[in-house]
């Protein structure tokens, strides 16, 4: 198909709760909303989960503009594309930036999905109807104050809680709401915070019975997780240190972690979040979808990448309202009773954006045409 149009919108949505963790605290979420229209006149979109600041990964909304405008469009605008395959080929010269390339490669799909009447969890490969979800919660100001607020969600029907931890909020947290709930299936995200050696302060979570721990070291490091995780018996989960299918093999090869969060925008999109979930699967380590506190449009594609058969842990995919009072689609995702959420059967993303919704958040809009 070719591509006419390219539209880079930059949003920033007010979050129904402020979201703290180890690199920051954030009450507005930023994100690049890419919108393209085809030959036939179909639309498709995409969103670039980069934040404002860059604290969980050096790219930004403002890099991710800046890389979409100059150097992602002018590759694809009026060429023929034949599938994700051939984008990731036509963007391969540009190094990085994969949140970028991740939110236009979404769209893509969504056009692909439309113009072939499939949904994207077909497209992908995906089997389920319905996934299971958990919930993420940011650091609180208190134990007690992050209890009440995990009780709170558990109430909703979330069945897995991940927490966020950081040097000096680490153990205290983590026991505070074990003792609240002996058998939620619960886990911890660090976001790079330790080193080898402040990590030896998490030993005693070895002993709280959790389903992993996220991150602990280096943003770009997987040797001294394989090092860590040699003292730990609780699996050890990387996020940030996985980029690419090399990086997925490299840990596996290591031995730096049991289990992978695969984040589409952080390896680069949903084609080669699929090739690492094939690659865990043959190697029988178990991977789950993580968040980037998507809009239902982000959402939509967790879900659908979630319905693959390796994702066998729960995913950060909150229902709609965890994270934002209006969102920009007219559909919203709910929480059904046995913490499952709905895999859209719509085509393509399975979704519809609410024009004004968008255009209320939009901070700025670049067009951009085919010459
Ligand atoms: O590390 O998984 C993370 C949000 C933003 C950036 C990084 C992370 C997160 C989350 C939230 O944990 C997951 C979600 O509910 O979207
Ligand atoms: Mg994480």
Same mark, same amino acid.
């Given at each position: 198909m070719e591509i006419i149009s390219i539209s880079l919108h930059h949003l920033s949505m007010p979050l129904v709760l402020p979201f703290e963790t180890s690199f920051g605290r954030m009450t507005q979420r930023e994100c690049v909303l890419v919108s393209m229209k085809n030959e036939k006149g179909l639309t498709g979109y995409g969103e670039c989960v980069a934040w404002r600041d860059p604290g969980y990964s050096y790219e930004t909304a403002g890099t991710a503009l800046h890389i979409l405008k100059e150097f992602v469009a002018p590759l694809i605008l009026g060429q023929d594309i034949g599938s994700a395959a051939d984008f990731n080929r036509m963007v391969s010269g540009i190094r990085g930036?994969? $949140?970028?390339?991740?939110? !236009?490669? $979404?769209? *893509?799909?969504?056009?692909? %999905?439309?113009?072939?009447?499939?949904?994207?969890?077909? $497209?992908?490969? %995906?089997?389920?109807?319905? @996934?299971? !979800?958990? @919930? =993420?919660?940011? &650091?609180?100001? =208190? #134990?007690?104050?992050?209890?009440?607020? +995990?009780? =709170?969600? @558990?109430?909703?029907?979330?069945?897995? !809680?991940?927490?966020?931890?950081? #040097?000096? /909020?680490?153990?205290?947290? +983590? +026991?505070?709401?074990?003792?609240?709930? #002996?058998? *939620? /299936?619960?886990? !911890?995200?660090?976001?790079?915070?330790?080193? *080898?050696?402040?990590?030896?302060?998490?030993?005693?979570?070895?002993?709280?019975? &959790?389903? &992993?721990?996220?991150? #602990?070291l280096s943003d770009d490091d997987i040797w001294d997780h394989h090092k860590l995780q040699k003292k730990l018996k609780t699996p050890i989960c990387l996020d940030e240190s996985i980029h690419s299918v090399r990086h997925a093999r490299y840990a596996l090869e290591m031995k730096a972690c049991r289990i992978i969060n695969i984040k589409a925008g952080r390896v680069g999109g949903l084609a080669q979040s699929v090739e690492i979930h094939d690659l865990c699967l043959a190697n029988r380590i178990p991977v789950w979808c993580g968040g980037m506190m998507e809009t239902n449009v982000g959402r939509a594609a967790n879900l659908a990448l979630a319905s693959l058969p390796g994702f066998t842990l729960p995913g950060d995919i909150s229902a709609s309202d965890r994270y934002y009072r209006r969102d920009i689609t007219h559909e919203t995702f709910v929480l059904n009773p046995d913490s499952t959420i709905a895999v859209p059967a719509g085509v393509g993303l399975g979704v519809t954006v609410d024009e004004k919704a968008l255009s209320d958040f939009t901070l700025s809009r670049i067009d951009l045409k085919a010459d």
């Open positions: 930036h994969h $949140m970028a390339k991740a939110g !236009v490669e $979404m769209a *893509l799909w969504d056009l692909f %999905g439309k113009q072939d009447g499939k949904p994207l969890a077909q $497209m992908l490969g %995906g089997i389920l109807k319905k @996934v299971e !979800v958990g @919930v =993420s919660i940011g &650091l609180q100001d =208190s #134990p007690e104050a992050l209890a009440e607020l +995990t009780a =709170s969600y @558990v109430e909703q029907g979330y069945a897995r !809680v991940k927490i966020k931890i950081k #040097p000096g /909020r680490d153990i205290g947290d +983590t +026991t505070a709401v074990r003792a609240a709930f #002996p058998n *939620l /299936r619960l886990q !911890v995200d660090a976001n790079s915070a330790y080193s *080898l050696e402040t990590a030896e302060k998490l030993k005693p979570l070895d002993d709280l019975n &959790l389903l &992993l721990i996220e991150q #602990p």
